[in-house]
């Protein structure tokens, strides 16, 4: 029972592949993998966009802090000037804290400027390669297509198509059915001349002995017919004999001494 399972799954397979190879073109796959690979560049180039947005957005936070820094660090100074070190120590605090945060957002900067880099190169080479698969793609589909011209060309040229298969069908069976009725015609032709089969458009009572008698007999009429024909034609035999009846006789004895 496992043994009939395999064939079975095993048959089952082979028509799968034969049907897949009938139904898929492979200009089609390639346009479909060109397709993918088209759509992997754009999800890279959405990925760099979104690390250069988040890069520049950085950049803003920490322009934006150098200006706050150098603020507080002015109120300090204008807090000593007035005598108010308390103020000009808060102020110097505040500025502290946000060196710390340009610190951290310069770290974060050069991390994201990094990635950028590396999505940038990714990109380029990503793209390199789509470029070259596009080009070969176009190669292949073009000596397919000419393949698939040219295959077309020499069936219909030597009719092993299905098309002219079909064409060269009829054509075999209407010449074997016209050699067919050739040789039955043939040997129709053959059984009622040697007597095996009665000719049907023949009056009834002949027999083929018959048949053969009165040929013969219509022969010897129409070689008599020819000799009265000949007779009558001038300067035929028949002149001479009436021409030496109207002569004269010659006597024996002239004959002799001429």
Do not use: C, W
């Not at 000593?80 to 102020?91: N, P, Q, S, V």
């Not at 069908?169 to 015609?185: F, V």
């Not at 023949?202 to 017919?225: C, K, M, T």
């Amino acid at each position: 029972m496992t043994s009939i399972m395999r064939r079975i799954a095993a048959l089952f397979r082979i028509k799968v592949g034969k049907a897949l190879d009938h139904a898929e073109d492979p200009r089609e796959v390639l346009d479909y993998s060109y397709q993918k690979q088209l759509d992997l560049v754009q999800k890279v180039r959405r990925g760099l966009a979104d690390v250069a947005t988040s890069r520049k957005r950085i950049e803003l936070q920490i322009t934006h802090l150098d200006q706050s820094s150098a603020k507080l660090e002015n109120q300090a100074q204008q807090a000593l000037a007035a005598g108010r070190e308390d103020l000009a120590r808060e102020a110097l605090t505040r500025r502290a804290a946000v060196t710390s945060q340009i610190t951290d957002l310069r770290g974060q900067e050069v991390s994201l400027q990094a990635e950028e880099e590396k999505l940038t190169l990714a990109a380029q080479r990503l793209q390199a390669r789509v470029d070259a698969f596009r080009t070969r793609k176009e190669t292949i589909k073009a000596s397919y297509t000419a393949a698939e011209a040219q295959t077309r060309i020499s069936e219909a040229v030597t009719g092993i198509s299905e098309e002219m298969g079909d064409i060269g069908l009829a054509m075999q069976r209407a010449q074997d059915r016209t050699d067919q009725l050739k040789a039955r015609a043939g040997a129709l032709d053959e059984l009622i001349a040697t007597g095996a089969l009665e000719d049907a458009t023949l009056p009834a009572g002949r027999d083929d002995i018959q048949a053969q008698l009165d040929a013969v007999s219509e022969g010897h009429d129409i070689e008599a017919e020819l000799a009265r024909m000949k007779a009558q034609l001038p300067g035929s035999g028949a002149a001479p004999a009436v021409e030496a009846a109207g002569r004269p006789a010659i006597p024996p004895d002239k004959e002799a001494a001429s």
